[in-house]
């Protein structure tokens, strides 16, 4: 076991699984210094909290070769911008990462302080070349959160695939819709691209047409 590489575990709607036995499972993880692809399926998992989060990140500070990340948290509601903070913190370490899946749908406490976090260690994954990032739903994300997403994104010129789904997240508005298409739009790498605005109400169908309109890449799917 100790030489393993690739691990997908899903533990969907799981609804007595606890943050201590996310600990337990962590403390598996530690032996697994081989692992290069993880995918993690904690779908509706109530009771999980920031300290699951918090305890998986321990992982990721010591094993750094993973190089495809799949995780995903939606529905569990208690998640707040501490655990996504400290994800971020663990993802400053992996520098072979090239494929990254967050997803964190209707975790609804998640606000901009969460997503600048994640910005941040974005900028320092070198080989970065996929990122999946699902925020719907995540009702206190507004503008100013998705600037500098943008901004971040700017400066990666190793990606070659995005998918950023923001369905209902209701802060969002035209302005914020823009400066992220006029990033994207920029990257000359990028072979495609998923952008999910649906019921996002502050964002126009005239701003998605331009969006649509701005994108050159071969594969462009804007909701």
């Excluded at 495809?68 to 520098?95: A, P, Q, R, V």
């Excluded at 914020?176 to 990033?183: H, K």
């Excluded at 605005?197 to 649509?212: D, I």
């Amino acid at each position: 076991m100790k030489h393993l590489r690739q691990l997908s575990i899903k533990f969907e709607g799981c609804s007595s699984l606890s943050d201590n036995g996310i600990d337990k499972l962590r403390r598996h993880l530690a032996k697994l210094f081989e692992m290069k692809k993880l995918s993690l399926n904690f779908f509706e998992c109530k009771r999980i909290t920031d300290k699951s989060l918090q305890n998986i990140s321990k992982y990721f500070n010591k094993n750094r070769n993973i190089s495809n990340l799949s995780l995903y948290f939606s529905w569990c509601k208690s998640i707040t911008d501490t655990g996504i903070e400290s994800l971020s913190h663990s993802l400053t370490h992996m520098k072979k990462l090239q494929h990254l899946l967050l997803d964190f749908q209707c975790c609804n406490k998640i606000t901009d302080t969460g997503l600048n976090s994640l910005s941040a260690a974005l900028l320092t994954l070198p080989n970065l070349k996929c990122l999946s990032l699902d925020l719907s739903s995540c009702h206190h994300l507004t503008d100013s959160g998705i600037e500098k997403f943008s901004a971040a994104l700017s400066k990666i010129q190793t990606l070659k695939l995005i998918s950023f789904v923001l369905w209902r997240c209701k802060e969002i508005t035209d302005a914020g819709a823009d400066t992220l298409g006029n990033v994207l739009s920029s990257l000359t790498n990028l072979d495609g691209l998923k952008l999910n605005l649906f019921a996002c109400p502050k964002v126009s169908s005239k701003e998605k047409t331009k969006l649509r309109q701005l994108m050159h890449m071969p594969f462009v799917e804007i909701i």
